[in-house]
């Protein structure tokens, strides 16, 4: 064999050996932070996971197979797998955070009387959700950037949530003097994003199924209501929200309310607005279908 090629191959040995074993140096090291905020955590939750993996590429952790219990129950949620992908890990609450939850299962038998609503849209068993955020502070500014908040739920929808706000801090020995400071929070922009995945159709079902009709003609009849509501209505910004409300419920795919102030508003500005009209105008709300 040709001298270079086998330098080669064991150039190319040594790398891969040495990729996997930095990647498991990481993980353990990975290991031992995540045990050590179990360790912080253990006197109101009982948590235990099976594997912490560490990406030296992605700088992704992995925490996969875990299950949590508030301490003296025997009620458990498990959750398939946690991706962090970005975590300040110099302030007391971190300044900035991406992250994932994947696979948390929710047990029907466990929501006691609550579990009825969501029996009765057809879901049995469990319902299996997934959780994300991602979000940025700037200390100096302080300033709030929530890229995403996300939560959905197979076979029902999901919500996504962004805002930017100022004038707020993530200092926790500040948290007791929220009650007092919160209204003069800013809003710079909010949106509200739901992605329907079959939840509108089993409502739709559900109340076909209360009235002994079927669900075209209940469609119909909701639409209809929707129709005269639109015709009795002098507000532009109510007939463009129930509009787009209507275009939902005939196709429902993405409904999205979103508040973009033409300046930032303070909260307390919006606390002392005289009507609802007064407050639209405020945060220029758009409903979108």
Known sequence: MNKKIVIGL??????????????????????????????????????????VTANLFNKQV???????????????????????????????????LQMSVDGIEVNLATLGEDAKALTDLGYTDKIVCDF????AFNKEKRELNIKNISLGAKDAGEINVSMRLGNVSLDPKEAAGLLFTYPKVILYDLKVTYTDASLVGRIMQSEAKKQQKDVAEVKKNLIADIDAAIASQQDDFAKSALTAVKQFINA?????????????????????????????????LQVKS
């Open 10 to 51: 064991g150039l190319l040995v040594v790398l891969v050996g040495g990729y996997f074993g930095a990647t498991k140096y990481v993980s353990n090291v990975a290991a031992k932070k995540v045990d050590d905020v179990v360790v912080k955590m253990s006197g109101n939750v009982d948590i235990r996971y099976k594997d």
């Open 62 to 96: 992995v925490i996969s197979d875990v299950t949590v219990a508030p301490v003296g129950s025997t009620e458990k949620t498990h959750i398939a797998k946690i991706t962090i992908s970005g975590i300040d890990t110099d302030s007391a609450t971190p300044a900035f």
């Open 132 to 135: 994300s955020m991602d979000y």
């Open 252 to 284: 429902p795919k993405m409904l999205s309310i979103s508040a973009t102030p033409e300046k930032p508003v303070l909260l307390e500005r919006l606390m002392r607005a005289g009507s609802p009209k007064e407050t639209i105008d405020l945060l220029h």
